[in-house]
DNA sequence: TACCAGGAGAGCG
DNA sequence: CGCTCTCATGGT
């Protein structure tokens, strides 16, 4: 939205320019939230709900051109949170110096607001596995899983993430065969479960963090730390903190003493988190997270 | 070749 | 509880 007009006319059209204020758009899409985006020829494109799109940053300006004209764009922006204000969110942060650091460092990186049957999915894919490997299993279910989209020529194929309905009716082994392995039997459990209705996910938006947590956690191959990546990568609960092995090290390294340190345990650094990181915890860990990544990156090359 | 990767769950003391 | 082991696969 535009001054809280909507992006929506009923002009249709393949091109709109969102006006942006401190968006960094490859930050964005390469700090592990979601693992579709692929840069063509300067231009990211990737697939959002089920359309195709191409994001071009510009100054001042994102761009998105997409593969069949469209009066409605607000897919667009709720997605890529475009109307969110950063300036708002980063001085609620502890003003500590790794934060600080991690604040200039990944300028302009926003939390997206993704589908939560997609962000489920992916992230039961995603447990110790690589980036790289991730995307690999995804795009191979998609492939073999998903709806062929409107793709402009020129550009690579692409195909809507797969519905809970269809993967639950696959047979487990032709999951596995899309190089997941053991989590075959985590996404096939979590599919029937969601297509089954026993769990309606959309119903969680309206939930309290805890209790939306909680249901989560009762899927299989679903713990704290996909919970949680699914609560804020998908739902947007400001307060959700997924603890994965890089948090975790970067927490004990940078707010605990040697000696403290001997001691720690998930639910100490849990406890730490809640209580420092503020009201945007969410946020604030996607920063440190992306910059220890990127920082740790550039010190030895993998 | 051997080791390890953005976890979760079972089994143990 | 809190710790350790296992799980499947591909990349280095």
Known sequence: MINGVPFCSTLEQNTLSFPVSNYDLEQTLTSGQAFRWNLEGGSWTGIVGS???????????????????????????EYLQIVVRLDQILPTFPEDDAMKAAVEACAGLRLLRQDPWECLASFILSSTKQIVQIRQIIHELTRRFGQPLCVPSGFAPAWSFPSAEVLASV????????????????????????????????????????????????????????????????????????????????????????????????????????????????????????????????????
Not at 52 to 74: E, K, M
Request: with cysteine; proline share 6%.
């Open 171 to 302: 047979p487990e082994s032709e999951l596995r065969s899309c190089k997941m392995g053991f989590r075959a039997p985590y996404l096939a459990a979590a599919a029937r479960h969601i297509a089954s209705g026993d769990l309606d996910l959309e119903s969680l938006r309206s939930f309290p963090l805890a209790g939306a947590r909680e249901r989560l956690m009762e899927l299989p191959g679903v713990g704290a730390k996909i919970a949680d990546c699914v609560l804020l990568f998908a739902y947007g609960f400001p307060k959700a903190f997924p603890i994965d092995v890089w948090i975790f090290k970067a927490i004990k390294e940078l707010y605990f003493s040697p000696r403290a340190r001997r001691k720690l345990n998930l639910g100490k650094i849990r406890l730490f988190a809640e209580n420092y990181f503020g009201p945007n915890a969410g946020y604030a860990q996607q920063y440190l997270f992306h910059y220890m990544r990127t920082r740790d990156r550039a010190r030895s090359p993998q």
């Open 51 to 77: 359309r195709w799109v191409r994001l071009t940053a510009g100054s001042g300006t994102i761009v998105a051109h997409v593969a069949t004209p469209v009066s409605d764009w607000n897919w667009v922006s």
